[in-house]
């Protein structure tokens, strides 16, 4: 199997749990289930990748702190394979507010550095070796561009809630193959979709939470796929990176489109109903197994 190279997104995450989010008026919440865990999309794209087998490194930053000392201690015990650098600035940790139905409020409690000094000899290393990069949009990517153009790995995005035009992702877009993105922000999604496909892209997949998810290939097909329902939500941080990672498992076992998107809604499914980035149950057995069940007969 490919050898994927995760570039950026770990933190250490405090959530809090409400019915609701909280209304904003001074008040008093006397009882809030909490619990820590580490954070962030590239975290949740290894531990995903990871439990499907799929053989991935996992590069990002954190502070020499117990934060940081936590996240290593819980990427190990998952059997990720996580090369790191030391920020100076500290470990990058959320404090994220949950509701019941998913909604979420985050709040960025320390923020890790744009520009740092990498071991970039470790990191061209990986890039080289992997057969496919997936970037994600923390600050400290940008100054790995040019190794990417360099080697010119097919390069996988998710620029999850996207707000059009904001020149941040610009460069992100620019260097993409593959894009993924939320509809949460977007008026009219579909001409979104076009418009970065317009930028010679080979895929632009769109989620909408529980109204599914659309691809757009590159001949100009809409694949539309409904999400699975009825499901027991525990907490919804991290669907979009295991969607982002059932659709790679598909895409590298040559599966369709519309199959990708399925495995993709299968393991977002599985991420809601744990208190974890990824379902611990999940596995590629698993997944097929459930693809079977809900798809295959249908």
């Avoid at 989620?207 to 590159?218: E, I, P």
């Amino acid at each position: 199997m490919k050898k994927i190279f995760i570039i950026g997104g770990t933190t250490f995450d405090h959530i809090v749990y409400l019915p609701q989010l909280p209304k904003p008026v001074p008040q008093t919440i006397h009882v809030a289930p909490f619990h820590e865990a580490t954070g962030s999309t590239g975290s949740g794209k290894a531990l995903n990748l990871t439990k499907l087998a799929l053989p991935n490194t996992l590069h990002s930053i954190i502070g020499d702190d117990e934060f940081g000392k936590k996240i290593i201690s819980f990427l190990k015990e998952q059997s990720v394979d996580f090369i790191y650098d030391i920020d100076p600035k500290g470990t990058e940790r959320h404090f994220n507010i949950m509701d019941a139905d998913g909604g979420r409020i985050s709040m960025f409690i320390t923020q890790s550095s744009s520009e740092i000094s990498l071991h970039i000899e470790k990191i061209e290393e990986e890039i080289k070796d992997a057969a496919i990069v997936v970037l994600n949009i923390i600050p400290y990517t940008l100054q790995l561009f040019p190794l990417l153009k360099k080697y010119a790995n097919p390069i996988w995005t998710d620029l999850h809630d996207y707000n059009e035009g904001n020149p941040y992702h610009e460069p992100f877009i620019e260097a993409a193959d593959y894009i993924f993105l939320s509809s949460d922000n977007l008026n009219d999604y579909k001409t979104t979709m076009q418009q970065l496909m317009a930028r010679k892209k080979e895929l632009v997949v769109c989620t909408h939470g529980k109204n599914g998810s659309t691809a757009l290939t590159k001949n100009g097909e809409w694949i539309d796929q409904p999400a699975i329902q009825g499901l027991q939500l525990k907490d919804a941080n991290g669907a979009g990176d295991s969607f982002f990672s059932g659709y790679l498992f598909g895409n590298l076992n040559n599966f369709d489109v519309q199959k990708c998107l399925q495995l993709g809604t299968i393991c977002a499914a599985y991420c809601i109903t744990s208190l974890q980035l990824c379902n611990a149950d999940l596995n590629e057995i698993v997944l097929m197994n459930v693809w079977e069940k809900e798809f295959a007969i249908k």
